[in-house]
């Protein structure tokens, strides 16, 4: 097999990749931001190893899931997604599948029992493995199953195809330290592992250098980020740093624990102009008893106090959090005492959840777990609460111009997110601008899930001219703009 070297400002990483000649892949993710960035890497180890996206409308040689083990329903999202697939293998044996992520990680080798037809299974830890898998699924026709217990090294060694040339995923750390009794996340993706802090500055700045003006750290409780090395402040420190990387307009980070957040990282984010006005912070319910059910580590007055020092600090700021709703226990006081809570915390958006039985958790051993018919009732009642808020809340900006970062383009109409993480949509009208240019947008309307404006001025940017040279080589060469995704190709 070939050698390849890979040469950045981070390392000098050699790695023995198998070459083959022009075959295609599609991922696709299921799950959160990391196992978005998780497939960029995907896509870069297959990328670096000769694969190519796939056109749209053409028939993949690769599909790769990358899944995700929070919820049961990303279980059947996959085997729902495999089932499609059978008479496509059946009539074309050389297409090949691969599983990776979370919930490959948890199941294992029971994929193969359950799905024949797939050909390789890999975790959380040796993502870069995917291309030896392959090949060697192809050479011995038969199924690979490799899952690591522990991280061979950082994934962001690993080469990426991005999502976007403007806006990136950067990690800070990886795995969990926290024993949340519903999460099974920690079992699948390790304790707590943190990045070097040159290292994740050194990735921001090259990712800045190729047009880059909005970076998002990412870690499973990002604000713990230092632990692993014994420095408590080393996460404002980090913001601060990022503060000083000319061109990099845009910081954003998720997600907290409130258990960790500090008055540091709240000076930090109102000192650093480039971080923005956006805090989301999972609260998962607004009951005492039930956070101390879930192994929280704080209550509700904990996080009101942190609420309240970041709107001191930074006056113009949002709050979006994750809730849950229906965990074993929960009364009708308790899921009452999370509409009050969500009612005076005044949230922009939440992430809201039905309670969802993991096995190997504690939360699933626990008695009393709530009718399925309960959860659906009350997770209507949320939804429907949570609708009037984010409505009340988008009406406060009404007459005001906000600065939006332009994210998608069709038909003469705009959409992109504003500092304070606003979903902005907009007409173009005359004006000539490109996904990563700024646009100033007059808000005129208030939707529960976004704005609508009137566009006023617009600046284009290093991020427009990054997407208009990725647009104009992707025409070039016919490679798919991104990462290929499953439901681009399949369409005909």
Known sequence: MPRLQKQSKLALIEVRIPRVSARTYVIQTLGCQMNSHDSERIAGSLDSAGYLPAPIGTEPDLIVF?????????????YGHLSFLVPKKRDNPNLQIAIGGCLAQKDQGAIIKRAPYVDVVFGTHNMGSLPYLLERARIEKSAQVEIKESLEHFPSTLPARRHSPFSAWVSVSVGCNNTCTFCIVPALRGREKDRNSEDILNEVRALVEQGVTEVTLLGQNVNAYGVDF????????????????????????MSPHPRDFTDDVIA???????????????????????????RRSYRVDRYRKIIEKVRKAIPDSS???????????????????????????????VYSFKYSKRPGTPAA???????DEVVAERYDRLHQHLNEISLRVNQQVIGKELE???????????????????????????????????????????????????LTRTISTRGGDAFSARKAEAERSGVFLGVPQLKSVLAK
């Open 268 to 294: 930090a984010m109102a000192e650093t102009p480039n971080v923005m006005p956006h805090l989301h912070m999972p609260l998962q319910s607004g009951s005492d008893r039930i956070l101390q059910e879930m």
């Open 66 to 78: 990358n899944t995700c083990a929070v919820r049961e329903n990303a279980d059947n999202k996959l």
């Open 365 to 371: 051993q626990m008695p009393d777990q709530i009718p």
């Open 404 to 454: 939006v970062l332009i994210s998608d383009i069709e038909a003469g109409r705009a959409q992109g997110k504003s500092r304070d993480f606003r979903l902005v949509h907009f007409d173009l009208g005359a004006h000539q601008v490109r996904p990563g240019d700024l646009a100033y947008v007059k808000i005129l309307e208030a939707k529960p899930h976004f704005i609508i404006g009137e």
């Open 230 to 253: 014994g420095d408590r402040e080393a996460f404002a420190k980090l913001l601060r740093a990022c503060g000083q990387i000319p061109g990099l307009d845009r910081v954003r980070f």
């Open 319 to 349: 709050i979006t959090t994750d809730l849950i709703v229906g965990f074993p226990g929960e009364s009708e006081a308790d899921f009452q005492n999370t509409l009050d809570v969500a009612d005076e915390f005044n949230f922009l958006a």
